[in-house]
């Protein structure tokens, strides 16, 4: 497929081509929801009733609680004030329907899963309880494998399907899908191309290389509305791929036939967080750029709509029913891992949000 092209700010798409000229431009209005003091946030999620949760793994900060609402503007544990119930998490995500769900990766300091640890959890919104909890077997989650993301259908029959990105940093990337009435979890497109690190990929955050050993799997994760498109891709990468999720839950389809249905839907940018709205237009960040792009339903052409020094490393997406996009911007390449030692990072990190207006692409 013809690579896309992007509007605004192309012409400083190339990576190592960032300057002056960039730390400069100012795109969008980027409003601030909340501010982070303390450990580094990865994932945020917006109810459908406006309530805002994020999550802190636990890489090597002082994490205290590893959930969080936020109340007022500050960070509170989630779903309890007592006990962390939770190892390390990656993501939370609201599912639009009463529930917020907690993916556990069980791996601190990105170590091997803890066995029996690695988890997709449940809390019911109105009791604030957790009411179903999916542990992953060890055929599922490899001692290699770190849970990122999670995206969910309920259509259909059952209870729906849980789509999940393995992003490993030393074994094969994968989508997890996990079907809900039953528990079976399986990998699908196991160490494919389109979960895998770029080959030759060499990111530069504004003009500043990365260090050759990050090559990380697959991360970002969307659907379309209908529910018939997963959107991936690996954070070491910047293409977007897509595969028809009929294909993923089908247990009779081979894993050669899968990937022969794989969509390489051309260069976006070097993204952690995706996201997708109700009218299909998908949403990617530009961690190499401080920058979020969109690209519309049917468009091949991708669209700038915010970049500013602020959105530094823009993380995870959600869609909160005001019409905003909430975006963490978490400054995660000014860790000490990718500066010789050296801790860059300067806090407060921030929760951002921009006015799309549009809706979260639904779940049912």
Sequence with gaps: MKALTFVASAVFFLAGTAGAAEK????GTLERVAT???AMPTGVTVSEGGRIFVNFPRWGDDVKFTVAELRNGKAVPYPQAD????????????????????LDTAAPKFSAPKPGGARLVAIDLATNKVVKTYVFTPDVVLPSTYVND????????????????????????AIIVLDLATGKAVRRLNGHASVMPEPGFAPAVNGK????????????????PDGETLYYCALSSRHLFAVPTRLLRDPAVSEADLARAVRDIGVK???DGLEADAKGTVYAGDYEHNAIRKLDAGATTWQTIAQAPRL????TFSIGPDGYLYVIANQLHRQAGFNEGRDLRRKP????????GAQPAPTR
């Design 24 to 27: 400069a431009l100012s795109i």
């Design 269 to 271: 940018g070097a993204s």
């Design 349 to 356: 990190y921030e929760l951002l949000r921009l006015k799309i």
């Design 83 to 102: 006990a962390d119930p939770f190892i390390s998490v990656q993501s939370v995500v609201a599912d639009g329907h009463g529930r917020v769900w907690v």
């Design 36 to 38: 982070f003091d303390g």
């Design 209 to 224: 290389a990365m260090p050759a050993s990050f090559k990380v799997a697959s991360d970002g994760i969307a659907l379309s």
């Design 312 to 315: 530094s490393w823009p993380d």
């Design 150 to 173: 999670v995206r969910f259908d309920f259509r259909g029959g059952g209870e729906g399907v849980a789509y999940i990105t393995d992003s490993s940093l030393s074994g094969p990337g």
